[in-house]
C-alpha cells in the first residue's frame, strides 16, 4: 500500500501529519495500545463513531493502518518510525501538540470534530525568550505588536506554549 501513493513509509508519515493533522491523535491512540476497536477508541476521544469511522478509512487509504480481528492496528512497516515520531508528542485533554520540522501542529478534539492549525516554532521560541528576559507573561495583544503579525497569529501561539508548557509538567 505505500507504493499507492509513491512515498517511503517516513515520507507517507509525513505527508498525512502536514496535510491531514486531524488524523494523527487517531493514529497515536492506536500506536500507543497497540490496537484498538471502534468502541475503545470512542471511548477515550469522545469521539462520535462516525468521525472515527471516517479518520480510520483515511489511515487505512494510506496504508498505515489495518484491521486484525475486532482491532485495528499499525501496519508493522512503521511502528520503529511512529516510535521516533511520537517522542515528542504531547497531549493534554482534548488538545494534541507535535512538530513537524519548523511547523507545531495543534490539534483539538471535540465530540463531532477535530480542528487543527499551525504555529511557526520559531515564534514560539522568540515568546519563550522575550518572556524570560522580560519575567512576565505576554498577552495576545502585546506579542502581536511586539512581533508585528496578526492578533490571531499571537492568540494561537500563546496557546501552543501553554500546551507545550503543559506537558513539560508532566
Given amino acids: 500500500m505505500s507504493e499507492r501513493i509513491g512515498l517511503k513509509p517516513r515520507e507517507k508519515l509525513v505527508f498525512v ?50 484491521d486484525s480481528g475486532e482491532k485495528i492496528i499499525v501496519i508493522p512497516d512503521y511502528t520503529k518510525i511512529l516510535e521516533e515520531f511520537f517522542q515528542d508528542y504531547c497531549t493534554t485533554p482534548n488538545k494534541h501538540l507535535y512538530r513537524v520540522g519548523g511547523t507545531y501542529y495543534v490539534v483539538n478534539i471535540r465530540r463531532t470534530r477535530i480542528t487543527s492549525y499551525t504555529v511557526p516554532a520559531e515564534y514560539i521560541d522568540k515568546l519563550l525568550a522575550y518572556e524570560k528576559n522580560i519575567q512576565t507573561e505576554f498577552s495576545p495583544l502585546d506579542l502581536a505588536q511586539t512581533l508585528n503579525i ?20 508532566k
Avoid at 496578526?150 to 509538567?169: G, H, Q, S, T, V
Fill in 17 to 66: 501529519a502536514t496535510r491531514k493533522p486531524w488524523l494523527i491523535p487517531i493514529l497515536y491512540y492506536i500506536y500507543s495500545y497497540s490496537g484498538l476497536g471502534i468502541d475503545e477508541l470512542k471511548e477515550i476521544l469522545g469521539l462520535k463513531k462516525q468521525v472515527l469511522r471516517r479518520a480510520i478509512w483515511w489511515l487505512k487509504k494510506y496504508g498505515l493502518v489495518m
Fill in 150 to 169: 496578526p492578533i490571531n497569529l499571537a492568540r494561537k501561539i500563546i496557546n501552543a506554549k501553554r500546551i507545550l508548557e503543559k506537558c513539560r509538567e
